[in-house]
């Protein structure tokens, strides 16, 4: 969408990495005007690549559950939450005890262990980082995490490099 002012952080959290997938070296950004880089993102990044991101929604919800990717601005009402915030927000989110009408489901912000809380769960434990992804299944009343485990990705990892190498 043209977000510029967030580029330094979205290329320390993984744009780096997606930006070498297109086929551009990162450093080709770091001298530039904000302009020139998002210029330079566009001419890389196939239209339908921004199309189908573009398609994706900030929330989604079933049951008692409201599933966004950072979490929400506390006192807001759920249906006049802000992108930003949706996007975002970590405090004064994470340290809210704020009973939501709905258990939030959130990434963005890494931690150990899934955080469980009356009004919320964190499912980000860092696979870019440290490979254990973690999911939340849910069925009815019924709730349980699938989650990797960071010696099955460095088992992973060297089975690709053992591969790349061959």
């Known amino acids: 969408a ?3 002012a ?9 744009g780096a990495d997606c930006l070498r997938s297109y086929g551009v070296d990162p450093s080709q950004l770091e001298s530039r005007s904000r302009s020139s880089a998002l210029r330079i993102l566009r001419q890389a990044i196939p239209k339908e690549h921004v199309n189908f991101l ?3 929604v900030d929330t989604a919800s079933f049951g008692r559950y409201l ?6 601005r ?11 915030d949706l996007r975002w927000i970590r405090l004064p989110f994470l340290d809210d005890e704020t009973d939501h009408g709905r258990t939030i489901v959130h990434g963005h912000t ?4 899934v955080a469980v809380r ?8 860092g ?17 349980w995490y699938l989650q990797t485990s960071a010696s099955e990705a460095a088992d992973q990892a060297e089975r690709v490099a053992n591969y790349q190498h061959a």
Do not use: C, K, M
Request: net charge negative.
């Open 2 to 4: 043209g977000e510029t």
């Open 6 to 14: 967030i580029l330094p952080d979205w290329l320390r959290f993984g």
């Open 54 to 56: 573009s398609g994706f």
């Open 67 to 72: 599933f966004v990717h950072a979490g929400i």
């Open 74 to 84: 506390p006192g807001v009402p759920l249906s006049h939450q802000q992108p930003q």
């Open 110 to 113: 890494i931690t150990d262990e």
């Open 118 to 125: 009356s009004n919320r769960i964190g499912l980000d434990t």
């Open 127 to 143: 696979a870019y980082r440290t490979g254990v992804l973690t999911a939340l299944g849910v069925e009815g009343d019924d709730r």
